[in-house]
C-alpha cells in the first residue's frame, strides 16, 4: 500500500521546494498562463526554458556519473498526439496546468480547487475507457523511449552545450538592452 | 535587503534554475523525475478498484500495471503532489500572496462575473487536461520540463502541440483584444 517512509518523505520535501517555487514563480496564477498564451506576458516560457537548461546539465552529468538513469516516456505517436491536443484545450480554458493548479489550490484559489476535482474525474475516466482507448493510443505506432541524441546519432553533449548557448545568447542580449536602456535614461 | 522568503515574486530566471536543480535533486536521490499527473491516475485507479473490485479482472489497465511491475501504492509520486500544495501554501502565506477571487478580471471581462458558470467550467477542464495528460503520459511537468530536459523525442512534440492548440484555443477564447485585460 506504501512506499519506504525514507521515499515518502523525500517525494513530500521534494513537493514542497516545487510548490514553493512555483508560487514564487508566479506561475500558479490564471493571468500569467493565459498571459502567456495571449503573447503578452513570458513568464512561463523563461520559467521552463530556464528550468529545462539547468535541468538537463546536471541530469546529463548524473547519468554519465552513473547516479540516476534516464526515464524516457514511450513515443506512442497515437496517445502523444490526441493526448497534447486535449491537454491543450484543458489547460487554456482552465488558466492552469496540472502542477500549477494544486499550487493554485495552496494558494486559496478555489476555481483551480474545482479543477482539481475535474482533473481527479478525467483520470477515472481514463482508467475506465482505458481498453477502450488502445486504438487511439497505439494507433499510430510506437517510436520507442528514444531521445533527440539517438534519433540524431548525436551526443547528448551538443545538445546540452546548445541549450546553454541558447540562454546564455539570451541573457546577453538582454544584459545589453539593458545598458542600451540606462545609457539612454541617462540622457 | 528585505527576506526573499517574505516577497511575493521573484525572478522567472532564478525560479527556472531553481526547479532545474530540484530536477538533479529528484534524480539523484529518488531516481524520478518531477511530474504530477502519475499520482492522479494512481489514486483514480485505486477508488476505481475500491469501488468496483471486478474492475481488477475486466479492465486491462491493472493486468498491464502489475506486468511492468508498477504496484498501485501510495509513494514518492504522491507526497510529491501533497508537498505542492503545502509549498505554494507556505509561501503565499508568508508574503500575503493569496486569491479568494473565483473569477478573474480576464474572464469576467470575456464571460462575466458569474462563479458558477467558471467553476462548471474548471471541473470539465480540468477533466479534459488530465485525460490529454494521462493518454499522453505527461504533463507539463512531466513532458515539458522533466521530458525536455532529458531531450526525450516524446515530450518534446507533446509540448510543442500542447502548447500550440493551447495558444489557439486561448486566441479563439479571448481574441487579440484579451491581452488588453489581463
Redesign the interface.
Known amino acids: 500500500m506504501f512506499e519506504s517512509p525514507e521515499r515518502l518523505a523525500l517525494g513530500l520535501l521534494t513537493g514542497i521546494v516545487f510548490g514553493f517555487l512555483l508560487q514564487k514563480g508566479r506561475v500558479a496564477k490564471f493571468e500569467v498562463i493565459v498571459g502567456q498564451f495571449l503573447f503578452k506576458d513570458w513568464t512561463v516560457v523563461k520559467t521552463m526554458g530556464t528550468a529545462v537548461v539547468v535541468g538537463a546539465i546536471g541530469v546529463h552529468v548524473l547519468v554519465a556519473a552513473d547516479m540516476a538513469s534516464l526515464h524516457i516516456r514511450p513515443a506512442l505517436f497515437g496517445g502523444i498526439l490526441a493526448g497534447a491536443v486535449c491537454f491543450g484545450i484543458g489547460m487554456a480554458v482552465l488558466g492552469y496546468c496540472p502542477g500549477t493548479s494544486v499550487a493554485a489550490c495552496g494558494e486559496g484559489r478555489r476555481d483551480a480547487m474545482v479543477g482539481v476535482i475535474g482533473m481527479f474525474a478525467g483520470a477515472v475516466v481514463f482508467i475506465t475507457a482505458f481498453p477502450l482507448l488502445q486504438p487511439i493510443i497505439n494507433g499510430l505506432g510506437n517510436g520507442g523511449t528514444i531521445t533527440l541524441p539517438q534519433l540524431t546519432g548525436t551526443s547528448p553533449w551538443l545538445w546540452v552545450a546548445g541549450l546553454v548557448s541558447a540562454i546564455a545568447i539570451k541573457a546577453n542580449t538582454r544584459n545589453r538592452e539593458k545598458l542600451v536602456g540606462e545609457f539612454n535614461d541617462g540622457n | 535587503m528585505a527576506n526573499p522568503l517574505f516577497?511575493?515574486?521573484?525572478s522567472?530566471?532564478g525560479?527556472?534554475?531553481?526547479?532545474?536543480?530540484?530536477?538533479?535533486?529528484?534524480?539523484?536521490?529518488?531516481?524520478?523525475?518531477?511530474g504530477?499527473?502519475t499520482a492522479?491516475?494512481n489514486?483514480?485507479?485505486q477508488?476505481?478498484r475500491a469501488v468496483m473490485p471486478t474492475?481488477d479482472h475486466s479492465?486491462?489497465?491493472f493486468a498491464k500495471k502489475a506486468a511492468e511491475g508498477k504496484p498501485l501504492?501510495?509513494?514518492?509520486?504522491?507526497?510529491?503532489?501533497?508537498?505542492?500544495?503545502?509549498?505554494?501554501?507556505?509561501?503565499?502565506k508568508l508574503?500575503g500572496?493569496?486569491?479568494?477571487s473565483?473569477?478573474?478580471?480576464?474572464?469576467r471581462w470575456r464571460f462575466g462575473p458569474g462563479a458558477f458558470p467558471?467553476?462548471v467550467?474548471?471541473?470539465?477542464?480540468?477533466?479534459?487536461?488530465?485525460?490529454?495528460?494521462?493518454?499522453?503520459?505527461?504533463?507539463?511537468?512531466?513532458?515539458?520540463?522533466?521530458?525536455?530536459?532529458?531531450?526525450?523525442?516524446?515530450?518534446?512534440?507533446?509540448?510543442i502541440?500542447?502548447?500550440?492548440?493551447?495558444?489557439?484555443?486561448?486566441?479563439l477564447?479571448?481574441g487579440q483584444e484579451?491581452?488588453r485585460h489581463?
Open positions: 516577497q511575493k515574486s521573484w522567472p530566471y525560479v527556472g534554475a531553481g526547479i532545474g536543480m530540484l530536477s538533479w535533486f529528484a534524480f539523484a536521490s529518488a531516481d524520478h523525475p518531477l504530477v499527473t492522479f491516475e489514486s483514480a485507479a477508488s476505481a474492475i479492465n486491462e489497465y501504492k501510495i509513494g514518492w509520486e504522491w507526497m510529491l503532489v501533497v508537498g505542492l500544495f503545502v509549498g505554494a501554501f507556505v509561501s503565499s508574503s500572496d493569496r486569491e479568494s473565483i473569477v478573474s478580471s480576464l474572464w467558471r467553476l467550467v474548471a471541473f470539465l477542464s480540468g477533466g479534459l487536461m488530465m485525460f490529454g495528460a494521462r493518454l499522453a503520459q505527461g504533463c507539463t511537468s512531466g513532458h515539458g520540463i522533466s521530458g525536455t530536459l532529458q531531450l526525450a523525442v516524446s515530450s518534446c512534440i507533446f509540448i502541440i500542447a502548447f500550440t492548440v493551447g495558444t489557439i484555443t486561448t486566441f477564447l479571448y484579451g491581452a489581463v
